[in-house]
């Protein structure tokens, strides 16, 4: 069984540029999240969708960031422009169902360098 | 709030025994999980705790005590391939899940 799919794998970017991620989840996995991650720390939920609904997208920049879930399978990721401090790991994330003792199993993630 | 603590950094010698320990304060609990990320890669699943204990998997265990707020895992046999950052995360009241900084583990000859 395929795990979670993310693209690309790396990216380097000018500030002010556009950039965009692309996720596909496990199959059968309703519940998809997109995680930052700086080097040296835990994971940082940015959003997480039921299906096609973000339930939870109060810690994303919305002055920046984006995120859709179109059909509620693959998502994308924009940021719009990127500054130097977005340089991090972008890590999708999926899971049966939200909520107590379903595992969330991630991606590889799209690692993200701004100059 | 929400905190979640672990130690930084812990090193180990191959074929010993290292414990990291998490602590944690959250709103409500619906269960903690370990997860393992080697350097450049996403992180893995390693265990679930909910209720009070000992759980055994292999050379890896997970304990928790919820009335402490208070987990460790246990690796036992130590290998240079356990070498990797260990993350401790809580799932709150709300589903969502908050990861702790993560444990650097080097294991050494």
């Known amino acids: 069984e395929a795990g979670v799919v993310q693209s690309p794998r790396y990216k380097i970017i000018e500030k002010k540029q556009p950039v965009a991620f692309w996720c596909n989840p496990i199959?059968?996995?309703?519940?998809l999240y997109w995680y930052l991650q700086n080097l040296g720390q835990g994971p940082e939920l940015l959003i997480r969708?039921?299906?096609?609904?973000?339930?939870?997208d109060s810690q994303l920049p919305k002055d920046r960031f984006s995120a859709e879930r179109l059909k509620g399978v693959d998502s994308t990721l924009k940021i719009q422009p990127a500054e130097l401090g977005d340089s991090a790991v972008y890590l999708c994330?999926?899971?049966?169902?939200?909520?107590?003792?379903?595992?969330?199993?991630f991606g590889e993630g799209s690692w993200l360098t701004v100059v | 709030g929400q905190n979640i603590d672990q130690p930084t950094e812990m090193t180990a010698t191959e074929g010993a025994i290292v414990q990291i320990n998490c602590t944690y304060q959250?709103?409500?609990?619906?269960?903690l999980f370990w997860y393992q990320q080697h350097a450049g890669e996403a992180p893995t699943f390693l265990s679930y705790?909910?209720?009070?204990g000992l759980e055994e998997k292999g050379r890896f265990s997970s304990f928790l005590s919820r009335s402490k707020g208070y987990s460790y895992l246990l690796l036992k046999e130590l290998q240079m391939k356990d070498s990797a950052s260990y993350l401790c995360?809580?799932?709150?009241?709300?589903?969502?899940?908050?990861f702790g900084q993560g444990t650097t583990l080097q294991v050494k000859p």
């Open positions: 994330a999926s899971s049966l169902n939200e909520g107590s003792g379903n595992t969330i199993y």
């Open positions: 199959s059968g996995h309703n519940t």
């Open positions: 969708y039921e299906n096609e609904e973000a339930v939870d």
């Open positions: 959250t709103s409500g609990f619906n269960g």
């Open positions: 705790n909910v209720l009070d």
């Open positions: 995360a809580v799932s709150g009241n709300t589903g969502k899940l908050i």
